[in-house]
């Protein structure tokens, strides 16, 4: 296998779809690295899925930053991007690119921040200091208290413009990938033609170049997913079930 990165990622438009997802441990990660996934994403996700939050807006660089290496440890092949969680690179462009640098030394090979024409400039600092970086626009779920809810962007003329607008910002800016969430699927159509880097849809139809998964919806390990998710297994019975066989045995004298 070879080992992914921005340039093989960029090499594989138009050539070969990426099915990406997302992990947040080494055990996890070693299984997705083995299994050929390209881009494993250390999402801010792991608010919801790992930490118990109701959104990813309390994730912080420590929980990051322990999340990126544990990802970074396992993946051999797999290229690792770390999220940029809420409040890292909002607060001056100089404390942002301590945030990335410290995500790339903690082990990931990219950063994926959300934001785009707004956040162009500093995309552009970053990828001029050697900072991969995988851009997200469309719905940002770092701005849920904008929205009121996690609401479908870009269903007007007016809204696809702006979504458009922005996915060119980034491409212009240096991204090497941009991820389209949960926007109408001719947008993503409309931007994946319209440029030259990968598009990482999620919510976004199948005429993107690369797919994002967050990984406890791909393996059923949530059991209530967004309407536009798969599962690739029914992880969530077979583990509870597995729990309380335990449980019992133990309760029966019967292991060990
Ligand atoms: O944090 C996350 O899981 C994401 C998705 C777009 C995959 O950002």
Known sequence: MKKWNVATVRAAK??????????????????????????????????????????????????????????????????????????????????AMRNAVAIIKAGADAVKLEGGKSVSGLIRRMTAAGIPVLAHVGMTPQSVNEYGGFKKQGKTREAAEKVLADAKAVEEAGAFAVTLECIPSELAAEITAALRIVTVGIGAGPVCDAQWLVMHDLLGLNERTPSFVKKYADLAPLVRAAFSSYVNEVRKGEFP
């Open 14 to 95: 138009g050539r070969e779809k990426l099915g990406c997802c997302t992990a947040y441990d080494s055990c996890f990660a070693r299984l997705a690295d083995e299994a050929g996934v390209p881009i494993i994403l250390v999402g801010d996700s792991m608010g919801n899925n790992v930490l118990g939050y109701e959104t990813t807006l309390p994730v912080n660089m420590s929980d990051t930053l322990a999340a990126v290496g544990a990802v970074s440890r396992a993946a051999r092949d797999s290229m690792v991007v770390g999220d940029m969680p809420f409040g890292s690179y909002q607060c001056g462009d100089d404390e």
